[in-house]
């Protein structure tokens, strides 16, 4: 396994964030004018470039010699970590939801402000209160369609961001950086990968250094596919009332 050293790390982290913020700032307007819906064009924006991504490593993968579970560090956690792991996800949310704050202050500043066009996930101004009408322009009311979308969103996002950021990424920067790796990993994760959304950099401080420290602590992804699936999966909390109501 090869080291990455700084120089690697901020390509591997930069070419997706910046083909993200690329995609986001130029093709998401021209999709949404070829009649594609609101959500397949974000979900195209956002995932596609980390899908290539995902298909980059698979290769590297299949022509390795290490057993999947090795080469993306995928290790099994004991009850006492995954009870950590938990309660370290109590503590990211209630950070997340002290630092909100800081999501509308840094919108206002030059450079950091939401683009008009931006689908509503993304937003700053986005209402959450329950029950929604629509969410990424999809319309709520006894649709049972966002449910899958929200599951294909979630296992595309946990799956290929732990896999890339987690799996592949910090345990090679490891070998260059040491014990501080989760450090670089979580800032090049926060400043790189969400640019596109920079308005929220403050906000997500917590869940993108809290992640890859338990996941390099514990030598394993899980710790970043349970906090990270189960903030995703509070977004149900709000769209299944809104489905019902």
Known sequence: MKEMDLKKAMLFFGIPGLSIFAMFNWAYEVLIK???????????????????MVGYIFIRYFTSEHSFKKYFMIGRLSKKQILIVIGAFIVVQVLESLLSFSRPFLASLPGFHVPSYYPDLFRTDMDLKVPLDTFLGIKMNRNVFPIFFWLLWLVTNIGCEELLWRGYALPRMEKYFGKWAWLVNGLLWNICIHLFMRWSFITLIPVTLIVPYLCQRYKSIWPGVIIHGLGNLL???ILIPSILY
């Open 235 to 237: 977004v149900y909390a």
């Open 34 to 52: 070829m009649n594609i819906s609101i959500h397949w064009s974000a979900y195209l924006c956002l995932w596609g470039p980390i899908l290539v």
